[in-house]
């Protein structure tokens, strides 16, 4: 189609990347900056918290949300600083205001000291977006040790909890948290049982929330992508498995980072989604099974 950008399509090229993976190594780079988005001033004076903000569709998110009006803090592991640092370069390139913390999810204290020292430096909170996200493939379900099931379900599921529950007395009528599920969590995946355990946890939470929430004027969404080309999956994966790495989805390919933010945009915009909540929205490269 005329005007229409080409994405990167499999094979791709050996990562060599470890946990927890950075951006700034992968090759080709995830397209996170989306040049053709068009902003519309439609987060304007606002505050947006980001969990794993620091790369892949959490640095996406941060980059629109600043070009839309929003100052940015994100959240992230220290090991990930050059990621943050080339994320709050990009928020400020865009003229919003960044804040890096440093830390760990799974720690309630540091969750509620984060969401403290947000409201201390912009004077308000307005969007949380949960995405920081932990995954190892198994093969089987014995290969799976009871560490990597505690780690799994304390940074997918019980940090989303201790993260709204330190927001929500911040957040104001028309504030709205966004949490990242994922098409595991609706369809499963036999490589990934705690993984796509968690994302079915965020999911029946985002509706839950969504209810327990309304009258107080905050909404809660979540969007639930397929596979998506940024460090998580090739950080923790053989480089036989990336090979072809979203090659099964109808388009052919993993989306990138840029196409789906744009749907935090529509959940955190009040004018846009205002009568939305406890939805989970799908992206999945013309895959309609699980809509």
């Given amino acids: 189609m005329p005007g229409q950008r080409t994405e990167p399509k499999p094979p791709f090229p050996p990562q060599g990347l470890t946990p927890p993976g950075l951006e700034a190594e992968m090759d080709p780079r995830p397209n996170y900056e989306a040049p053709r988005y068009r902003a519309a001033s439609k987060l304007e004076g606002k505050v ?22 929003a100052d940015i803090a994100i959240i992230y592991l220290k090991e990930e600083q050059v990621d943050a640092d080339e994320t709050r370069q990009a928020i400020e390139d865009a003229g919003r205001k960044a804040l890096l913390l440093p830390g760990d999810v799974c720690d309630p204290d540091f969750c509620e000291g984060a969401v403290k020292q947000t409201v201390k430096a912009f004077g308000r909170l307005d969007i949380l977006v949960n995405n920081a996200a932990h995954q190892i493939h198994r093969g089987s379900l014995e290969e799976i040790s009871l560490a990597q099931w505690d780690k799994t379900f304390r940074t997918n599921i019980y940090g989303y909890f201790y993260m709204a529950k330190a927001a929500v007395g911040h957040l104001p009528r ?3 948290i966004i949490n990242t599920g ?21 999911h029946a939470f985002t ?43 109808p388009m052919g390919r993993p ?10 945009v529509f959940f955190a915009s009040e004018p846009d989604s205002g009568f939305v909540t406890g939805e989970v929205l799908t992206l999945l490269g013309g895959e309609t099974a699980a809509a």
């Fill in 174 to 176: 028309g504030g709205a």
């Fill in 255 to 264: 989306a990138q980072p840029e196409e789906i933010a744009p749907a935090y």
């Fill in 48 to 69: 947006a918290l980001i969990t794993g903000g620091d790369s892949g569709i959490g640095r996406s998110v941060a980059v629109l949300f600043a070009r839309e009006g």
């Fill in 182 to 202: 994922s098409i595991t969590g609706l369809e499963g995946n036999k490589e990934l049982i705690d993984y796509s355990s968690t994302k079915g946890a965020i």
């Fill in 207 to 249: 509706k839950s929330l969504a209810g327990n929430l309304v009258k107080k004027g905050i909404r809660v969404n979540c969007v639930a992508p397929g596979p998506v080309w940024t460090p998580l999956n090739p950080a923790e994966r053989e480089d036989a498995d990336m090979e072809n790495f979203g090659a099964k989805t």
